[in-house]
Structures are given as C-alpha cells and as structure tokens.
C-alpha cells in the first residue's frame, strides 16, 4: 500500500490514467483489507474478554456458506469458487461470525 501510494507521489506526472487508477484500486483494496484485518482482532479481543455475546441461532450451513462466497465475488472475479452441499445441514451458530470466518480463509 505505501509503496504504491509512493509510486504515485513521486511517479504520477509518469503514469496513464488507467494505471494510475489501477493503482488507486490496489491502495483502496489493500485499505480495505486492513481495516478488515483490524476489525477482526478487535472482535476477537472482545471475544476474550468476555465483552461480546454470540449470536447464536440455527442456520442451514449451505445458505451461510453461499453467503461468505457472495461476498468473495463481488470482491474479485480472478477466481472461480465451487461449492458443493449435499445434505442439509442445521448448525446452531453465529451465523455473521462464521461468515466473516469464511471469507477471511478462502
């Protein structure tokens, strides 16, 4: 991020426009990301300390993993994920935690 951030501070008047925004879009990207790597370790610094309450209720596992993935694809488009659900599945969860889960490994 600050070496792209960089790049355009002492490089812009030596960029097109459409790599300058490519590189925008990589330091709101990467911003994004971090404030997302932040806002988990506040979470489970909460989690701890006892300071969060689970939300716990019963949720079909396919819709909560359909719903982690939807939000991968609306991010990027390199990338194609398969998911396959062969039996209904009822899990008692905290269905925004263990979506913010699987977003965070895949």
Do not use: F, P
């Amino acid at each position: 991020m600050s070496g792209n951030a960089d790049t355009l501070l002492h490089n812009s008047d030596c960029l097109d426009e459409d790599t300058k925004r490519q590189i925008y879009a990589d330091i709101y990207d990467d911003s994004e990301w971090l404030t997302g790597v932040v806002e988990n370790l506040l979470y489970v610094t909460r989690l701890n300390d006892g300071r969060l309450k689970l939300n716990l209720t019963d949720q079909l596992a396919d819709e909560v993993i359909a719903e982690a993935v939807s939000h991968l694809c609306r991010k990027s488009s390199e990338h194609t994920i398969t998911v396959q659900c062969e039996d209904l599945l009822l899990v008692r969860m905290d269905a925004q935690l263990i979506i913010q889960v699987l977003v965070n490994l895949i």
